[in-house]
């Protein structure tokens, strides 16, 4: 069993930063692919960054490249989030993901097996 908790969200001005932290319980989390993803008032649910387990190869939507950063901390059981050049279109509830370490995609919300409940991100323009 895992549990997801995300946390660090909230009011930013265009141009500011913001970083997102996911805590996890259980042990053998840092054998997991864990990823983020964020959902717009309207929208899908869409794809933001990933990081494998195996190899620590991360992986970026078009959409953030270059001003995101992924990253863990296998010790603390803890994902993160760097947000820089935060843009108003980067306004959503963002949402942390893991599933147990396998080849294959990273991107869709169906390769994953657990969730946090998610943490706000406004940005003002």
């Known amino acids: 069993q895992v549990q997801l908790v995300e946390s660090g969200g909230g009011l930013v001005q265009a141009g500011g930063s913001l970083r997102l932290s996911c805590t996890a319980s259980?042990?053998?989390?840092?054998?997991?692919?864990m990823g983020w993803f964020r959902q717009a008032p309207g929208k899908e649910r869409e794809f933001v960054a990933a990081i494998r387990w195996f190899g620590g190869s991360t992986y970026y939507a078009d959409s953030v490249k270059g001003r995101f950063t992924i990253s863990r901390d296998n010790a603390k059981n803890t994902l993160y989030l760097q947000m820089n050049s935060l843009k108003p279109e980067d306004t959503a509830v963002y949402y942390c993901?893991?599933?147990?370490?396998?080849?294959?995609?990273?991107?869709?919300?169906?390769?994953?097996?657990?969730w946090g409940q998610g943490t706000q991100v406004t940005v003002s323009s």
């Open positions: 259980g042990r053998t989390v840092s054998a997991y692919d």
């Open positions: 993901a893991a599933r147990r370490g396998r080849v294959g995609v990273t991107s869709t919300t169906e390769s994953y097996d657990y």
